[in-house]
């Protein structure tokens, strides 16, 4: 008999939900993995992907040591050495561009959501650049619109509980597959909806949760911000606003009041490709039933006018007053609420020098066009060869014979391929970590609950390691994982009294310190610097944009870019399919059984247009790239929007590319984002 141990863990992805996670462990093995019954947000289950991490860690795939390339760069030929001679070697790379012409800034690291651990993700990481004086990256890659436009309108990104939708009596799923990548705020949907709520969903793609929805609205992509500008001229037209909250909490109601008079139905309706009476009987709905909670999620703002877009939806609640009631309101994000002390934990002052910011959603162009060039780029938690926009350009860049390429990962991921030096990271059963959420409002705890696999290190090690390589000095390249949990758990904000790492220990997670019912902005108390909800926003004054909620037009679509459209008439979204957390599952043998093939949803009138049936080879392309992919004939999309669920591995894809090939570098309007849904594309029958 060998005793079985029960570890708690948090699901280190990027998705809302954060689950606290349980792991048997027996014989130094984990044998299950389940969600954690006592934490409210999870109850006691994880979804579809998760379910199965234990594939992912014992998958034979692994990488388990460090290693030298052989082969060509994207060959993906290494051989071992040892942690020794890779970290010596990145080390005399990295001090011989620094002390180069061209300085340490051509240094790029390069990092994102593999995982959302403070300790393996944002911490040792930042310290670690910040001293050698590398270029800065902006993370923008999937929510900084969106983010920025919450801190513009409400001053953070503090939402609605997901605890208490169930007390809603109307809920929007505004741009969200709640099904598929917030699953756990389903069964609070599901309880609101017994006491008599109404659901309603607006997408261009009816994706299986609007299959659930009392009524769903289509609408054309890029387009939310003119139906929301719409709502607001109704709900004012018909005095349906709530002149006491207004007056008392927010900013610019007169000056909202003009800017709304321009937006009647008509005028946002043959916009947004929906009826008047679409927009006047939601904005009746909404105005007049409380509480009211918008879910808006990111979908809606990959497009050029993606932050005004969730700017005008996060104005609707001080409009009507939705806030003041607990289930009430607008949830984009939670994770303004984790107000860890970054000057800490990332420490800004070692920053040497004043080095470039680069934006990670034009990584194409960083790698390929800039002065002084990016010489050696350290990626990490990422997999940018086939996530970022405009791939044949990031391709280009990673197969520069002079730029040195270290990736971490823990598989050998379409950007592995192009590594100089790979070196193979820990997955969460195997490292500690506290993680941030932003769909709830509890910090989760992970121990590790088996060692780790082969020689794989976890990223803060690493960077550890390679900080006393470098020769850096200062005591907080010798902190431990414990050490940067203290000091994450240390800070002054009162949200955060009694959280210690032991408290967690014992219990797996914690909530914040905020009521059971908890209305963040039922008494106004915004984080703006009016301390008001800002319908006028001097900041994005300041920033030359309109300082009211404005429509800003996607830059790709049939109406504002007519002589594209004449070429490429299809309007491409590629979100996430269910089986598939990014590239993070999408080498897996039972999840691409799941999700079978890359494949294109197109309306049957585009395909008979096309001469294409359901299930032909298609080619998909405009003038960035291209990629193939099995046509779906489904009525899910409208004519003129194509839906391709993502993000599949290029390895694994017909051509060795994705989407991505298609999707442009240009960024959105505020918070300076990528716009992977701002695509046009044309799709034919492939000969192949
Ligand atoms: N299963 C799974 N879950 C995930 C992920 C995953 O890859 N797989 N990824 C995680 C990550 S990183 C993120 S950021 C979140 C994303 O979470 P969400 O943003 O909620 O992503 P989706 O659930 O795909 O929902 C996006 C929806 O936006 C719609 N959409 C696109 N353009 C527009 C538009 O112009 N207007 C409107 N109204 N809708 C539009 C798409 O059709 C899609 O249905 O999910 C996380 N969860
Ligand atoms: N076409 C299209 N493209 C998109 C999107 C889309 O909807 N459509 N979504 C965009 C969005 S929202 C996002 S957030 C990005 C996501 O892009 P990424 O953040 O790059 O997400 P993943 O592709 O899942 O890659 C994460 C990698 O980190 C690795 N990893 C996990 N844990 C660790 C660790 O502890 N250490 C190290 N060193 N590595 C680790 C995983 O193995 C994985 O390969 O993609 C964007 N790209
Ligand atoms: S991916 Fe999301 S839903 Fe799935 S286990 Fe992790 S946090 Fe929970
Ligand atoms: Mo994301």
Redesign the pocket.
């Known amino acids: 008999m060998t005793a079985k141990r029960i570890i708690h863990a948090a699901c280190?992805?990027?998705c809302p939900d954060t689950c606290a996670m349980l792991v048997e462990v027996e014989d130094g093995r984990a044998t299950r993995v389940s969600g954690d019954p006592d934490h409210t947000p999870t109850r006691g289950f994880l979804c579809t992907k998760v379910t199965r991490y234990l594939e992912r860690v014992y998958n034979p795939g692994r990488l388990l040591y460090p290693m030298r390339r052989v082969g060509a760069k994207g060959e993906g030929r290494f051989e071992r050495i040892s942690w020794d001679e890779a970290l010596d070697q990145i080390a005399r790379r990295f001090r011989e561009i620094a002390a180069s012409a061209d300085g340490p800034e051509a240094i790029l690291p390069y990092?994102?959501?593999?995982?959302m651990?403070i300790v393996?993700?944002s911490s040792m990481d930042r310290r670690f650049f910040h001293r050698l004086g590398a270029s800065k990256l902006a993370r923008t890659?999937?929510?900084s619109a969106g983010v920025d436009a919450m801190r513009y309108t409400v001053g953070a990104t503090i939402g609605t509980d997901m605890e208490n939708f169930h007390l809603a009596r109307l809920i929007v799923l505004w741009g969200t597959n709640t099904l598929s990548s917030n699953i756990h705020l389903w069964p609070e949907i599901q309880q609101a909806l017994s006491c008599g709520a109404r659901l309603i969903g607006i997408d261009p793609h009816r994706n299986h949760t609007m299959d659930h929805c009392h009524q769903f609205i289509q609408i054309n992509p890029g387009t939310d911000a003119a139906f929301a500008l719409a709502v607001m001229n109704v709900i004012v037209a018909e005095g349906l606003e709530d002149r006491d909250y207004i007056e008392r909490y927010t900013l610019g109601f007169e000056l909202l009041r003009e800017q709304v008079a321009a937006w009647p139905p008509a005028r946002a309706a043959s916009i947004c490709g929906v009826t008047e009476n679409e927009i006047t009987e939601f904005a009746r709905e909404y105005a007049t039933t409380r509480p009211a909670v918008i879910r808006v999620n990111?979908?809606l703002q990959?497009h050029a006018g993606g932050g005004m877009a969730v700017r005008a939806i996060a104005c609707l609640p001080a409009l009507t007053g939705a806030w003041r009631e607990a289930g009430g309101g607008v949830l984009l994000s939670s994770s303004g609420m984790f107000t860890f002390d970054e000057a800490v934990l990332q420490r800004p002052d070692l920053i040497r020098g004043n080095p470039r910011t680069v934006n990670m959603s034009r990584l194409g162009e960083a790698l390929t066009d800039f002065e002084p060039p990016v010489r050696a780029i350290y990626?990490?938690?990422?997999?940018?060869a086939?996530?970022?926009?405009d791939q044949s350009k990031v391709i280009e860049g990673l197969k520069r014979e002079d730029l040195f390429t270290v990736?971490?990962?823990?598989?050998q991921?379409d950007?592995a391929d192009y590594a100089d030096i790979l070196?193979p990271?820990?997955?969460?059963l195997e490292?500690r970590d506290i993680v941030k959420p932003y769909g709830h409002y509890y910090l989760v705890y992970n121990e590790p609950a088996i060692a780790p696999m082969g020689e794989a290190k976890?990223?803060w090690e690493?960077f550890s390691l390679l900080a006393e390589r470098m020769g850096f000095e200062e005591d907080c390249f010798k902190d431990t994982d414990e050490d940067i949990i203290r000091q994450a758990l240390s800070t002054e904000a009162a949200i955060f009294d009694g959280i210690t790492l032991d408290r967690l220990k014992r219990d797996g997670w914690a909530r914040l310190n905020l009521p059971e019912t908890f209305a963040p902005f039922a008494e106004g108390g915004f984080h703006t610097p009016s301390g008001k909800c800002e319908f006028y926003s001097e900041g994005l004054e300041r920033e030359g944009l309109d300082p009211l909620p404005d429509y800003i037009p996607p830059r790709e679509s049939p109406a504002t870019a007519p002589e594209l459209a004449a070429r490429f008439p299809l309007q491409l979204l590629?979100?996430?399919a269910n089986s598939f957390?990014?590239?993070?599952?999408?080498h897996l043998p039972s999840f691409l059984k799941s999700e079978r093939q890359p494949f294109i949803q197109i309306n049957p009138e585009d395909a008979r247009k096309r001469g294409i049936s359901d299930g032909d080879r298609v080619r998909v392309w405009n003038d960035r790239g291209e990629c193939r992919l099995v046509a779906r004939l489904s009525e899910r999309v409208k004519p003129g929007v194509a839906v391709?669920l993502?993000?599949w591995w290029n390895k694994l894809s017909p051509d060795h590319t994705?989407?991505?090939q298609t999707?442009s570098q240009a960024l959105t309007d505020i918070g300076a984002g990528?716009t992977?849904?701002d695509n046009l594309v044309e799709v034919a029958k492939s000969d192949a």
């Open positions: 280190p992805h990027d990092s994102y959501g593999g995982t651990g393996n993700g890659i999937c929510s990111y979908g990959r990626v990490y938690n990422s997999n940018p086939a996530i970022a926009p990736v971490h990962e823990q598989f991921t950007t070196l990271a820990t997955t969460q490292h976890p990223n690493v590629s979100p996430p957390l990014n590239t993070s599952f999408s391709a993502s993000i994705n989407v991505n999707v990528a992977f849904f």
